[in-house]
């Protein structure tokens, strides 16, 4: 059982990650948006720039469709994710565009955290995770 | 060069590095994106750290991407993060 804190004082739950690339041999650490109403997790293409990834290793254009309107991405497998004290390799995400003035650079969304259970203890800031047997 | 107490006018990408806790930064670089390398993490899951060198500052996420980039030159870790609120601007339309 990991335990991961948060800001109780922030709107989102914020947590920190660190995702991995061809580049780079200790992760780049980043702040996810922990989001249970999203399928898939998402990180801006500059992050991913950064790890050395591009659009033309992509699998997929993807299209991102939210209340402010329509945003073309790519899906990517990257080499790692870390969070919440586990990681994930071979990790599917979405790369795309977050809108202007949201200050972090990823969603962590259902496909990293459907591998655990976990329980968001929100008055105490902290979030408790498992990995649930293979 | 840029002395670390007055950003005004300060080059966002610095050459007299220090390390510093996140109160620090905070404080000295409000409301930016602030470029950091050698994070001393205090555990893996959480943000807490000791202290971490600065490398640069700037007021958005798409400029702070090449001082990252520059910043993986010579450092293994390197991460940007923003100082202020993380509230997300809808928000602000939803409150009466």
Redesign the interface.
């Known amino acids: 059982m990991k335990v991961t804190r948060f800001s109780t004082s922030e709107d989102l739950i914020f947590v920190k990650g660190s995702v991995w690339g061809p580049l780079r041999r200790r992760g780049r650490p980043l702040w996810f948006a922990l989001d249970t109403a999203a399928a898939e997790t998402i990180i801006v293409p500059e992050v991913l720039d950064e790890i050395g990834y591009n659009p033309r290793q992509g699998e997929a254009i993807t299209v991102l469709r939210s209340a402010v309107g329509r945003e073309q991405g790519y899906l990517i497998r990257i080499e790692r994710l870390d969070c919440l004290g586990h990681q994930a390799r071979d990790f599917r995400v979405h790369a795309h565009d977050l809108p202007d003035g949201w200050n972090f650079e990823g969603l962590l969304g259902l496909n990293f955290l459907r591998q655990f259970n976990y329980e968001v203890r929100s008055a105490e800031g902290r979030i408790r995770v498992e990995r649930v047997a293979a | 060069m840029m002395l670390a107490n007055d950003t005004r006018n300060a080059p966002a990408t610095m050459n007299a590095l220090e390390r510093l806790s996140w109160e620090e930064i905070c404080r000295r670089y409000p409301d930016e994106?602030v470029v950091m390398a050698e994070?001393e993490w205090v555990n893996?899951?959480?943000?807490?750290f000791g202290t971490a060198l600065v490398l640069a500052h700037h007021k958005?996420?798409?400029e702070a991407?090449p001082s990252?980039?520059a910043g993986?030159q010579h450092y293994?870790?390197?991460?940007?993060?923003?100082t202020?609120?993380?509230?997300?601007?809808?928000?602000e339309r939803l409150v009466p």
């Open positions: 994106w994070i893996d899951t959480d943000f807490e958005t996420r798409k991407s990252v980039k993986f293994t870790e390197v991460g940007s993060f923003f202020g609120r993380l509230i997300f601007p809808a928000h």
